[in-house]
C-alpha cells in the first residue's frame, strides 16, 4: 500500500480525498507541470517564432500572454512580464487594455502553479527564506485573502505565497480562480496605466 510522502514540518495537510491523492502524487505532479510548461512555452515560441510574432511591430495578444506565463513560472528569476503588458497597452499596437488585462491575469494564474507545485513537494529553496515562514503562517490563517493582495499588487514575494500555499495543500479549486483575478486587476491597472501614460507622452511630444 503506497504510503502518504512525508510532510514538512508545521506543513497542514486538509483532509479529503482530492488533497490525499495530491500529496501522495506531489512528486510526480511537479515534475509533470514542469514538463507541461516547458513544452508550453517551446511551443509558444515556435509558433510566435514561425508567424513573426516576436517582432515588435507585430506585438498581439499571444505575445502578452507568453511574457506573462513566463514571468509568473519563473520563480525567483526577474522576467520582464509587466513590461509585455505595458508594452501590448501602447495605443500604436491597438490592443485593448481590458482584454489584456484578462489574457495576462489567465497565463500568471497558470504560470504560479509551478511554485504551488514547488510547495506541494517540499523540495523547494524558497522555503528557506528569511519571509517563508512568516508568509506560511498567514497562509494558514488567512489563505484567500493574503492570496488576493500579493497578487493584486506587483511584487516579488508572491512566489513565496505560492509555494506557503501549494506546501499547506491550499485548495487548487480556489488557488486557481482566486489568482486570476487578482492578477487580471493588476494586469489591467498596469495596460490602462501604459495606455493612457503613453497616449499623454505621445501627444504632448507629438
Known sequence: MEQPAPTQPGEVIPDGPPHAWLVRNRGLLAR???????????SAGVFMWATGSFETSAIGYP???????IGAASIFIPFPAPAGVCLGATPVFGLNPWLIGVISGSAEALGELTGYMAGLTGRSIVQKHRFYPRVHSWMQKRGGVVLFFMAVIPNPLF???????GSIGYP????????????SIKSTGIAFACYYGIGLIQSFFG
Request: proline content about 3%; overall charge positive; aromatic content about 14%.
Open 32 to 42: 509533470v507541470a514542469i514538463l507541461g510548461a516547458v513544452a508550453i512555452i517551446i
Open 63 to 69: 505575445t502578452v500572454w507568453l511574457f506573462s506565463f
Open 159 to 165: 512566489d513565496i505565497v505560492g509555494i506557503a500555499a
Open 172 to 183: 487548487l479549486r480556489k488557488f486557481i480562480p482566486i489568482v486570476f483575478v487578482s492578477k
